[in-house]
C-alpha cells in the first residue's frame, strides 16, 4: 500500500528509540550524579583550604606582616579550581584610616596570577563570574575578628571532567544500543514476525471480492494461533454475510431496474456520494459523465428548489422520524431542459446524533406533473368556461337537486344562490312538461347524456322561460351537468321569422296561382262560350280542356302541400342532397322571380349531401333569395342576375349565391347578421331574416356563413353584388 512504512522500520525505529531513551536516561543519571560529587569536592576543598589558612595567617594579620600571609596565599592559589583568594586586613586598615584594607591573588588567566586590585574592574569581573565562593573570618583570643578570607572557585575542571563523563556516556550508549537494537529486533523477528508476515501472505491472496482465498493454518505461540483462528471465523463469517450481500444486492438490483429509481448513497462525514447508472440516465447523461460528488446532485437544482432542498435536510436530521425526506423538485438534464423528480431518503446517525450517511431514491414523476398540469389547466379552463359563460351551467345530484350553478343559470331563474340550492331542477320546470322531464333524465342515467332539447320553465317571477338544454351524467356517475340557454327570444325571432316567411310565400304562391288560375279561367270560359254557341260537338276538344283544368288544379294542389310542409312543426335532421333543397326552394320562389324578370343561373354539378333540418334550411336559402329579389326588382337594368353554384373541397363543401344587385354598403357588414337590423324601409323589412338565417346555419347545420361584395363578368359585361358564401362542414 502506498505511504505505508514496514513493520521492520517501524519496529526497527521503535528498538532504537526505546533503547536511546534507557541509555540516555542511565547517561543523564551518571552525568548529574558526578557533577553532584564535584561540586561537593569543590566546596570540601575551598573549606579545607580556608581552614588551613585562616590557622596559619591570624599571627600575619597581627603582625602586620602582609608580605607573609601573601605569601601562604600564592602557594594556595595554585589549586586550579581556585580563581582568587582575598583577604581583607582590618588591622592594616585600622593604620591607613580605612574601613577595609584587601589584599591577596588573582588568577587574570590560567598561567598569570597577580596582586589584588579592589579597584580594577577586570578583577572584579572575575570575582563576579565565580562558579563557588567561601568565606572565613579571623578570629583572635585577644582582639576578636581581625579580618576575614573570601576564596573564588571556578567550574573549568568541574566542567571539563564532565565532558570527559559525556564522551565516555556516548560511547557506551552506541555500544549498548547497538547490542540492544540488533538483539531485540532479531528476536522480534524469529519468535512474532515471521508468524505474522505468514499470516499477511495467506491474507493477500484474494478473491475478486476481496477476500481470503484460504484460511490460515494455525501454529505458532498460543497468541499468535489465537489470532489465526479467531482471523478463520472472520473470513468464515465474510463470506457468508459477502453471499447474503451479494444476493440481497442482486434483488434490490433487479427492483430498482423494475421501476427504472436511481439510488444515490450520500457519506455526509467524508463529504462523498455515489450516482446509480439508472439516476444519471434519468437526467439524459451516461456513467461517466457526473462525478460522484454530492455537488453534482446540488448543482443540478432548479435555482428555486434548492433552498427547499435544504431545509428538508435540515429539518430530517433533526428528527428523522417526524420529518421524513422526500420532496418533489426540478432536476436539470443534460440538454438544458428540466425534470421533476421524486426525491427520497433516510439518514443514519452517529452517537452524537450527527448525520453520517444518506442513503435514497429518485424517481422520475415528469409525466405525471405534466398530467397534472393539464388537470389543473383542464379544471381551471372548467371553473372559468363554468363561472363565466353565458348559458347557465349547473351541477345537480340524481334527484336533480341543485349542488352547484353560474351566475347566468342565477340570472335566468331569477333566484338567489341560497333559495336555488333548496330546489330541484324538476321543479322549475312548468307542470305538463314534467313527466317527460322525468322520462329525459331516465334516458341521461341509461345513455349517460341527452342533449339539445327544449323544455319551458318557470323563473322566480313566474314568467315562463323556454330553454334549450343539454345533459350529461359525470364520470362518477352520482351527479349530472346540466347546460341551459334561454331561447325564449329567440323562439319568438323563429316565430316572427316563421310568419315573415309564410307572408312571402302567399305572396309566391299568389304569383304561382295566378297563372294556373287564368288558365283553368280561359278553358272553362272557351266552353261556356262554346255551350252557348252551340258548338261542344267536339268531345275530344271538350276532353283536352278538362285534362288542361285537371292538369292546373294539381299543380295548385301541389303549392298547398307545399306550403303545408314547410310551416308543419317536427322538422326532423336527415341526410339530403343540396340539389334537391334548391329545387323545393326554387318551386316555391321561382314565380315571384320570374315575375320581376331576373334570372336564375343554377349550377350543381359539384352535388354533396348534408345533414340537414329541410324546412329550417329552405327557409332560410329563400331568405337570401328574397333579399336579393328585392334589391335586383328596384334596378331599371335589364340583367337582373342570381347566381347559385355549389363547390367541393377536401374538408367542407360551399353553397354560394351572388346576384348583381351593387352590393352592400361596406358599413353594414358588421350588423347584417344581427337581429332586427334592416336596411330596408320599415314597410317591407323586420331585420329578422338575415339573423334566423344566421342562427338556423350556425347552431342548427353548423355551418358558417359569410357575406361580401364581388365584381365580376358574366357574358362580357361587368358586374357588382353581394355573394354569401355557406359553408358546411364534412
Not at 203 to 227: F, N, Q, Y
Not at 420 to 437: D, F, G, R, T, V
Not at 467 to 494: F, G, H, Q, W, Y
Not at 556 to 581: M, Q, Y
Request: hydrophobic share 40%.
Amino acid at each position: 500500500m502506498k505511504n505505508r512504512n514496514s513493520i521492520y522500520i517501524i519496529l526497527f525505529l521503535t528498538i532504537v528509540s526505546t533503547v536511546i531513551l534507557v541509555t540516555g536516561a542511565y547517561s543523564t543519571y551518571r552525568y548529574i550524579s558526578a557533577k553532584n560529587e564535584m561540586i561537593e569536592e569543590v566546596k570540601y576543598k575551598s573549606d579545607s583550604t580556608l581552614a588551613k589558612l585562616n590557622r596559619n595567617i591570624k599571627n600575619f594579620i597581627l603582625s602586620y606582616s602582609i608580605h607573609e600571609y601573601n605569601h601562604l596565599i600564592s602557594n594556595e592559589i595554585n589549586n586550579p579550581n581556585v580563581i582568587a583568594i582575598i583577604v581583607n586586613d582590618y588591622k592594616m586598615a585600622e593604620i591607613i584610616g580605612e574601613s577595609n584594607f584587601f589584599s591577596g591573588k588573582i588568577k587574570v588567566d590560567s598561567e598569570l596570577i597577580v596582586d589584588y586590585d579592589n579597584e580594577n574592574l577586570i578583577h572584579k569581573e572575575l570575582l563576579k563570574n565565580s562558579y563557588y565562593t567561601s568565606r572565613v573570618d579571623v578570629i583572635s583570643d585577644s582582639e576578636g575578628v581581625i579580618g576575614s578570607i573570601t576564596m573564588y572557585n571556578s567550574d573549568k575542571e568541574v566542567e571539563k571532567r564532565l565532558k570527559e563523563i559525556i564522551i565516555e556516556n556516548i560511547k557506551n550508549a552506541i555500544v549498548v544500543s547497538t547490542f540492544l537494537t540488533i538483539f531485540l529486533f532479531m528476536a522480534i523477528r524469529i519468535f512474532l514476525l515471521k508468524y505474522i508476515f505468514r499470516i499477511v501472505r495467506s491474507l493477500e491472496k484474494r478473491d475478486k471480492e476481496g477476500i481470503p482465498i484460504s484460511l490460515l493454518k494455525v501454529s505458532g505461540p498460543s497468541e499468535i494461533a489465537a489470532l489465526s483462528l479467531t482471523i478463520n471465523k472472520m473470513i468464515v463469517g465474510i463470506r457468508k454475510s459477502n453471499t447474503q450481500l451479494n444476493d440481497l444486492k442482486e434483488r434490490l438490483l433487479l427492483a430498482w431496474d423494475g421501476v427504472n429509481d436511481g439510488i444515490w448513497d450520500w457519506h455526509i462525514k467524508n463529504d462523498k456520494a455515489y450516482f446509480s447508472k439508472n439516476w444519471k440516465e434519468i437526467l439524459g447523461y451516461k456513467e461517466d459523465e457526473l462525478e460522484d460528488i454530492p455537488e453534482s446532485f446540488f448543482n443540478l437544482l432548479h435555482d428555486d428548489d434548492k433552498i427547499l432542498v435544504q431545509n428538508h435536510l435540515e429539518r430530517h436530521f433533526k428528527d428523522p422520524e417526524k420529518n421524513i425526506y422526500a420532496l418533489e423538485v426540478r432536476m436539470r438534464c443534460k440538454d438544458g431542459s428540466y425534470k421533476w423528480i421524486l426525491t427520497r431518503g433516510k439518514a443514519n446517525f452517529d452517537e452524537h446524533h450527527n448525520p453520517i450517511r444518506m442513503v435514497g431514491s429518485h424517481t422520475d414523476i415528469t409525466a405525471r406533473k405534466e398530467f397534472e398540469k393539464i388537470l389543473h389547466d383542464q379544471k381551471e379552463e372548467f371553473e372559468t368556461i363554468f363561472h363565466y359563460a353565458k348559458d347557465g351551467l349547473a351541477i345537480l345530484d340524481l334527484e336533480t337537486n341543485f349542488l352547484e350553478f353560474n351566475e347566468s343559470y342565477l340570472k335566468m331563474t331569477g333566484y338567489s344562490k341560497e333559495e336555488l340550492l333548496k330546489k330541484s331542477c324538476i321543479e322549475l320546470i312548468i307542470n305538463e312538461e314534467k313527466h317527460n322531464a322525468k322520462k329525459a333524465l331516465e334516458e341521461v342515467l341509461e345513455k349517460g347524456f341527452i342533449y339539445d332539447f327544449e323544455k319551458p320553465c318557470v323563473s322566480k317571477d313566474g314568467k315562463i322561460v323556454i330553454t334549450n338544454m343539454s345533459i350529461a351524467l359525470l364520470p362518477d356517475r352520482n351527479r349530472l351537468v346540466i347546460s341551459a340557454k334561454d331561447v325564449t327570444d329567440r323562439k319568438l325571432l323563429e316565430s316572427q321569422a316563421k310568419l315573415a316567411s309564410m307572408g312571402e310565400m302567399i305572396g309566391n304562391i299568389a304569383h304561382q296561382w295566378r297563372q294556373p288560375l287564368s288558365a283553368i279561367s280561359t278553358v272553362a270560359s272557351g266552353i261556356k262560350v262554346k255551350n252557348e254557341f252551340g258548338m261542344l260537338d267536339n268531345t275530344d276538344e271538350i276532353i283536352n280542356d278538362m285534362d288542361i283544368i285537371i292538369a292546373q288544379t294539381q299543380y295548385l294542389s301541389k303549392t298547398i302541400d307545399d306550403f303545408r310542409n314547410f310551416i308543419k312543426e317536427g322538422d326532423k335532421k336527415h341526410n339530403i342532397l343540396i340539389s334537391t333543397i334548391l329545387d323545393k326552394v326554387f318551386s316555391i320562389v321561382n314565380s315571384t322571380i320570374t315575375n320581376n324578370n331576373i334570372t336564375v343561373i343554377l349550377d350543381t354539378k359539384e352535388d354533396f349531401y348534408i345533414d340537414a333540418y329541410e324546412n329550417e334550411l329552405i327557409q332560410a336559402l329563400i331568405n337570401i333569395l328574397n333579399n336579393a329579389k328585392d334589391v335586383l326588382k328596384d334596378k331599371k337594368e335589364e340583367d337582373r342576375l342570381i347566381f347559385v353554384y355549389t363547390k367541393k373541397l377536401d374538408d367542407k363543401n360551399i353553397l354560394s349565391i351572388k346576384d348583381s344587385g351593387d352590393g352592400i354598403d361596406e358599413k353594414y357588414f358588421d350588423k347584417i347578421f344581427e337581429p332586427y337590423f334592416t336596411t330596408k324601409h320599415k314597410s317591407i323589412g323586420t331585420g329578422i331574416g338575415l339573423s334566423m338565417v344566421y342562427q338556423i346555419l350556425t347552431e342548427h347545420h353548423n355551418a358558417s356563413i359569410a357575406a361580401f361584395n364581388e365584381s365580376f363578368i358574366y357574358k362580357d359585361k361587368q358586374y357588382k353584388g353581394a355573394r354569401f358564401d355557406i359553408v358546411f362542414k364534412k
